[in-house]
């Protein structure tokens, strides 16, 4: 894949994109029809389509007729979570403050539940909140991300689940962080909606998808031909799916090998701590096993991002997703983490090409980074950190 030198260190921003995906994109792109069309051509784009479908939709253990393609997971987002609202509008969402802006920017009336200081949501705080429900007549709407992209903190979506449906409520569930790195199934707590994304798990950007289980209320808000059983209008991109499963399919393949990302990143964060006053966010809880967030006071984090950049390692501070905009992060903000800590937190996450040596050229650079600031008075070397 490498075009660059550059030691890449942004999975949850993008994944490179797989050489599976990349062979099934140009497999898909040479049948250049439309899926809805009746002739040949047209049957066999509709075969790839229904293929890739059914591979996308058995990695989260639904079926296919449940799973619906998008333009990514912004989308499938706002088509759930509108969508839901379209058909009740009596539900009465509840969020927490750590989840994508993609999903609190289509609930802005939502209850903002609490969050642990490790960032999770706080199940005693919702247990209460539902057995005490102050809003008559109205139906609870979770919607919990199962893994966040900046700490990796993996919420605990089956307990939720179980309290929601306790209460008579529905829960969506955005896994565009999870699928491709930890085992995710809508069946676990019976998810009632869920959200996913092709290019965090190694498939190109621009193809998502979502899961409605089958007679959970959901009205489509894209309108026009009537594609994808009329969730969500407009011509399938058969290349973006096609690549998407591919993806998806060797990730799963991947799985336990990923899981050993999570001994390479604690040993990582052991050495910058034994140098330096780091904090590491979501520490003591699960969390993705490619993820490290991590700051140090008095060193921020464009400084960090932008001396590591020059050393060859590309990390990301905050949310990536908001590219490019230094502004302080939400999630953090939401685990009550103080701003001058905050405002030093990078990401750094590793995926399906990276190699052990990344993880020591990536602590090498922010040592020196955090040396050249002054924070760090002696580097001790390899072996002995
Ligand atoms: C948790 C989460 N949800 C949604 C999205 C948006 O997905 P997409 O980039 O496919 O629109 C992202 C992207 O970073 C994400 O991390």
């Given at each position: 894949m490498a075009k660059f030198d550059a030691i890449y260190c942004d999975y949850n921003a993008t994944a490179p994109l797989r050489p599976q995906a990349k062979d099934a994109m140009i497999a898909a792109m040479?049948?250049?029809?439309?899926?809805?069309?009746?002739h040949g051509q047209g049957r066999a784009a509709r075969a790839c389509l229904e293929n890739a479908r059914e591979v996308v939709a058995g990695a989260i253990g639904a079926?296919?007729?449940?799973l619906t393609f998008t333009s990514g997971g912004t989308e499938a987002n706002a088509a759930i979570l509108n969508g839901i609202r379209l058909q009740e509008p009596l539900l009465m969402p509840i969020v927490c403050g750590f989840e994508h802006d993609a999903v609190l920017a289509q609930l802005p009336d939502a209850i903002k539940a609490q969050v642990t200081p490790?960032?999770?949501?706080d199940l005693e705080w919702l247990k209460e909140l539902l057995e005490n429900?102050?809003?008559?007549g109205r139906q609870p709407l979770l919607s919990l991300m199962l893994?966040?992209?900046?700490?990796g903190a993996i919420q605990p979506v089956e307990a939720a689940a179980n309290l929601i449906h306790e209460a008579d409520g529905l829960i969506h569930c955005d896994a565009v962080q999870g699928v491709g790195k930890m085992s995710v199934s809508v069946l676990d707590g019976e998810i009632d909606y869920m959200t996913l994304s092709g290019h965090k798990v190694g498939g190109p950007s621009g193809i998502g998808a979502f899961y409605v289980r089958a007679g959970a209320p959901f009205k489509a808000t894209?309108?026009?031909?009537?594609?994808e059983l009329g969730r969500r209008s407009g011509t399938q991109n058969l290349v973006g799916a096609a690549g998407f499963a591919a993806a998806v399919d060797v990730s799963l393949q991947d799985l336990e090998k990923f899981q050993e990302f999570a001994v390479k990143r604690d040993t990582l964060e052991k050495r910058l701590k034994t140098v330096a006053n780091v904090t590491v966010f979501a520490e003591n809880v699960p969390r993705l096993a490619n993820t490290s967030c991590l700051s140090v006071e008095g060193l921020r984090a464009e400084t960090q991002v932008m001396a590591m950049d020059l050393a060859g390692v590309a990390v990301s501070s905050?949310?990536?997703?908001?590219?490019?905009k230094v502004k302080q992060s939400h999630v953090l903000a939401s685990m009550g983490v103080a701003q001058e800590l905050s405002q030093g937190a990078i990401r750094l996450s590793f995926g399906?090409?990276?190699?052990?040596t990344d993880f020591d050229k990536a602590g090498d650079a922010w040592l020196q980074a955090a040396q050249r600031k002054g924070i760090n008075m002696n580097i001790p070397n390899k072996e002995t950190a």
């Open positions: 040479d049948i250049g029809a439309n899926p809805s069309s009746v079926c296919r007729e449940d490790d960032g999770l949501i429900w102050p809003h008559e893994a966040n992209n900046e700490t894209l309108l026009g031909g009537g594609q905050g949310s990536a997703c908001s590219s490019g399906w090409a990276s190699q052990d």
